[in-house]
C-alpha cells in the first residue's frame, strides 16, 4: 500500500509476536498430537498440518507490518535480494531481526511448554544426527527461498503466505529430516524434552545445512527468474509483504 | 459494497443462523468423529478440520449482513475498535448480538443431539479444569483477536474468513484446552453429553480466561499495528466483513 | 464475462461431465479408502476430504459454462431464484438439466465400479433410515442453498466453489446420514455395492428431506440476504457461476 | 504481465527444478510415510496429501516462468490448444520439455532416494497391472487435460496451480491406480525401490493410457468450452501460467 515502512520497533514486536506463536503451534501441536495418537504417521499429520496452517495466517496478518519472516534466512534473504535498491533491510535491521525472531521463538515454545503444564523452558535429549538429515535440511531451505522470492520477483508476493504453508507442509513429509529449514525455530526447539525437540549437540549441523541449502537458493533465483531490471518498478504487493 | 448496514433484524438472523450452524458442526462432528475412530488423534483432527472449515464458509457467506462474528468476543472486539468511528456496532447492538450468538449456539448444539438420535438438550458431565487450560484459552483467543483485527486494520478484512478457519485449526492443536476461544460455544456446548461437552462447573474461568486474552489481544493491536488515522477512509472490504 | 448463456447442448454436456466426475471420486474414493484403512474415522477423512476437492475443482473449472451445479436441486433454486430476471434457467431446461445430472452421475458411478474391477452398475444392499438421518438430510441441505444463493445475492459467485466444497465438507462430518444432500448422487449411489452406496428402499425419504431443506433453505433466502432489488444490475461473476 | 515468453534456458531450468522438486516430495513422502504408520489409508493420505501440496506452490511459483508443467502430457496439450496462434510451445520447445521434466524427475526421485539413506537410483519391483489400472490413468489424466485447458480456454488460467492440486488429490483417492497422469513421473518412479515405485514392465501401459486419457481431454474440450474464436484476444493470466 504505502512505500513507507512501519516503524521498527513495531515491525521488531511483529516479528516477536509471530514467530512466537508460530513456535508454539509448532512445539504444542507435537506435544498434543503425542498424547492423542499411538500412530506415527497421525501424530506428524497433525503436527505438520498446523504447523503449516499457523505459517500462513499469520504471515498474512502480519506481513504488512514487518514482512512476516519469522526465520533468520528469510530476512537475509530479503535483505539480499534487495540489497542494491535501498529499499530493504539494512544490515543493522537484520541483527536486530534476527534477535527479535529468536526471542520470540523461545518465548513460544515456553509458552507451549506451559500450556501443557511442563516447566518453561526444557533441555531436549533428541539427537538428529547424520548426513541425510543434513542433506534435507539444505533442501528444503533452498526451496523455500527459491519459492518465496520468485514470486517476489515476479510481483506476486500476496501469494507468499499460501506458499510458505504449501511447501513447508510438503517438505516436512518429503525429508527426513522434517524440514526444520528456520534456524530461529531450531534454537529454541534445543528448550522443550518433547516430539518436536531437538539436543543441542545436533544443532550446530542443521544450522549449517539451512545456511547452504539459502545460499544455493539465493544462486538460483536469477538462474530461473532472471535478474531483476533496475529500471523496473518494484511492484507494491512485493513490498508489502516482503519488507513491510 | 454500501456503507448502509442491513437492519437490525437481518443481521441477527444471519448472527443466529451462522452460530448455529458453527454449533451443529462443532458438535456433530465431535460425535461422528467418536463413533467412528478409535484412534484419539484422528477424532481430533475431524472434529478441527470440520469445525475450521465451517468457520471459513459460514464467516464468508454470511459476513457481509451481520459481520459474521458468531462469537460475542469477536463482536465486542468489532464495537471497541470502531468506536470513535460511528460506523460500528453500539454498546445496545453488541447485547443483542450476544444474545443471538448464544441462542444460536444452543440451537445448534441442540440440533446436533437431534442428528444422532440424542436429546435435544443434554447435561455434560466433562469437567475441563486446570491453570494450563486457562492459559491456553486466553492464548488462542488473544490471538484471534490480534490477527482479526490486525487484517482489518490494513484493509484486509476480505482475508478474514480464511484467517478465522486457519488460526481456530492451528490452536486447537497446538494448546492443552483446544481453543474454543468463545463464549457462546463454550456455553453451549454445556449442553451435549459428548465429545465436545464441557461440564457447566468448568465454564466460568474458561469464559474468563477467553475474556483476559481477548483484552490483551486488543491490547497489542496498536503495538504492532499502530494507531489508526482518524482522517483515513474505511476500507469498504473491511467494513463488509466486521461490521456488514 | 459475457452475458450470453453457452448453447445448451454444451452446458449439457458440462453437466454429464461434471457430476460424472464427482460421482466417480465419491464412489471410488469410498472403495480405495475402504480397502485401504480398517479405522473408520480414517476411511471416511479420505472419502470426505476427496469428494469436497472434487466439488471445488469441478465448479469452478465448469462453472462458466453450465453453472456448475451437479445437483439438481441446486439448479431448482437457481430458476427459482432468477425466475422474475429472465437470466436464469427456464423449467424445460430444469428438466434437461435434471436428466443430464442423473445420466452422468450413474455413469460416474458405473466408471468407479470399472476402476476397482467390478461390475459397471450394481445393486447397494445398504439400508440407511431412520428420522435422525432425514433431519441430517434436511438441514445439509438447506444450509448448503442458504450459504450459495447468499453469496450470489451479495455479488460474490466467485466464492461458490470454494463454499460449495467447505460446507459439504464440514456437512458430512457435522451429521449422522452423512450429507449427500444431492438428488442425483443419491440416485446413483443405489448402484454401487461399496462404501457410499444406499439401498433404493432407502432412497425416497432421502430425497424428500433433501427437497425440504433446500425450500427451507431458500425461504431462509430473503430473511438474511434480503429481497434482491429489481432494478440493480446484476453482478457478472455471480451469472458467471450459477447460470453460465 | 509480459507477452515476451523468458529464454528457453530459464524455462528449461524451471521446469527441471520444478519437476525434480515434485518428483523429490512424491517419492519422499512416501519413503516417510510407510516408517511412520502402520495404516495404509493414513500412509496412502500423507504421500497424496504432500504431493497436491507441492504441485500447487510448484506452479504457482515457477508458472510465470515455464508454464509450470512438469508434466510432457500439459505440454504437449498447451503445444495442441496454441498451436495455430503462433503463441505456445513449438514441436521442438516440446521435446525439450519432455526431455527437462525427465531429467528433473529422475533427479528428485535420486534426491529423495538419498535424503532417505538410500542409494541414488535404485530399481523397483513394485508390478502395477491390470485394465482397471490403465482405465484409471486414463480417466485421471483425461480429466486434467480438459479441467487445466478448460481454465485458460476462460480465462482463468490464474486458478490452475489449484485446480491440478485440487484434481490430482481427489483422483488419486478415486482411482485404483492412484493417479500418476504424469509420463516423466512414471518414467522415474522406476528408480525408487519404495512406495511410489513402479515396476518397469508396467511402465509402458500405464504411459499408453495416460496418452489416450489425454487426447480424450482435449477431444472433449471444445464439446464443453466452445472453440476459441480466432479474433479474441488471448488472456493475459492464461498466457501468464501456461506458455510463460
Known sequence: MTMIAPPLHRRLAAEAVGTAALAAVVVGSGIRATALSPDLGVRFLANVTASALALVVLIAALGPVSGGHFNPLVSVAAWWTERHEGTGLTVRELGVYAGAQLAGAITGTGLANLMFERPFLQVSGQARDGAHLWLAEAVATGLLVLLVFGLVRTGRGRLVPAAVGLWIAAACWATSSGAFANPALTLARMFTDS?????????????????????????????????RSRTAPVPDDARELVTG
Not at 545445512?209 to 544462486?219: E, F, M, P, R, Y
Open 195 to 227: 516430539y518436536t525437540g531437538i539436543a543441542a549437540g545436533s544443532v550446530p549441523p542443521f544450522l549449517l545445512a539451512q545456511l547452504l541449502g539459502a545460499l544455493v537458493g539465493l544462486a538460483l533465483l536469477p538462474v530461473l527468474f532472471g535478474r
